[in-house]
């Protein structure tokens, strides 16, 4: 089996930081205060809220959607039936910083038959 990504987007750095010369005074003091928060305290209340602005239901991590009844938990047998490997390549490709935006699996059936699935 075979496994491929295709990254885009951007990815923060010096190259982008360019990004910031385009804010107005008041973006630039919140995205301040965002640093300052995550450099002190490790997390800032302002960029949780301002993640979750845009959601009308606040979305569940990877672990509770693969567990809980609500989700698939009973489709998964509680997230016991998922093997390991596929639990960490999930959790690879939906990490932002990775900047994955279409995910590739291809198999090869005996030696005249492939197959693949792109996401």
């Known amino acids: 089996m075979r496994i491929s990504y295709i990254q885009g987007g951007r990815t923060l750095g010096y190259n982008n930081l360019e990004l910031l010369d385009k804010l107005t005074p008041e973006e630039r003091a919140v995205v301040k ?8 305290k490790g997390k800032s209340k302002n960029l949780t809220e301002l993640y979750y602005e845009d959601y009308d239901e606040i979305p569940v991590d990877l672990y509770t959607f ?3 009844d609500v989700y ?8 016991k039936d998922i093997y390991e490997t596929w639990k960490n390549e999930i959790q690879y490709i939906h ?6 935006n ?4 291809t198999r090869k059936y005996r030696n005249w038959k492939n ?3 792109c996401i």
Do not use: E, K, M, R
């Open 102 to 105: 279409q995910w590739c699996i």
């Open 33 to 40: 205060q965002i640093l300052v928060d995550v450099s002190n």
């Open 95 to 100: 990490n932002p910083i990775n900047a994955i």
């Open 72 to 79: 698939l938990g009973a489709y998964t047998n509680h997230g």
């Open 115 to 117: 197959s693949s699935s």
């Open 66 to 68: 693969f567990t809980s």
